[in-house]
Nanobody, 124 residues
Framework: QVRLVESGGGLVQAGGSLRLSCAAS????????MGWYRQAPGKERELVAA????????YYADSVKGRFTISRDNAKNTLYLRMNSLKPEDTAMYYC?????????????????WGQGTQVTVSS
């Protein structure tokens, strides 16, 4: 089993920055593709960014391109999401996800493990 624990969320003013972290533990040898999702109240959970096993391939939702950066440190078993130029519409619960599939995973049902989430609130 794999455990994912997110941290780094909080309240920030529009235009500010945050860095989310996701620490993985357990059967981490089975983890390959990883990603960040977010879910705002009343909305579906959406993919924000995804990264391949080695970090060489990434995906970003159009709404965050140029503002967010996904990265991973496999030696530390940690996934990151750097968020710059935050907007009120970025307010959501952010979830870390991990897949047993290699490469960059962009389909929600292909993720095998999920964290509990960290709240990001951007004030205007």
């Amino acid at each position: 089993q794999v455990r994912l624990v997110e941290s780094g969320g909080g309240l920030v003013q529009a235009g500010g920055s945050l860095r989310l972290s996701c620490a993985a533990s357990g059967s981490i040898f089975s983890i390959h593709g990883m990603g960040w999702y977010r879910q705002a109240p009343g909305k579906e959970r959406e993919l924000v960014a995804a990264i391949s096993t080695g970090g060489g391939s990434t995906y970003y939702a159009d709404s965050v391109k140029g503002r967010f950066t996904i990265s991973r440190d496999n030696a530390k078993n940690t996934l990151y999401l750097r968020m710059n130029s935050l907007k009120p519409e970025d307010t959501a619960m952010y979830y870390c996800a991990a897949s047993n599939l290699p490469g960059r995973v962009t389909t929600k049902n292909q993720y095998d493990y999920w964290g509990q989430g960290t709240q990001v609130t951007v004030s205007s």
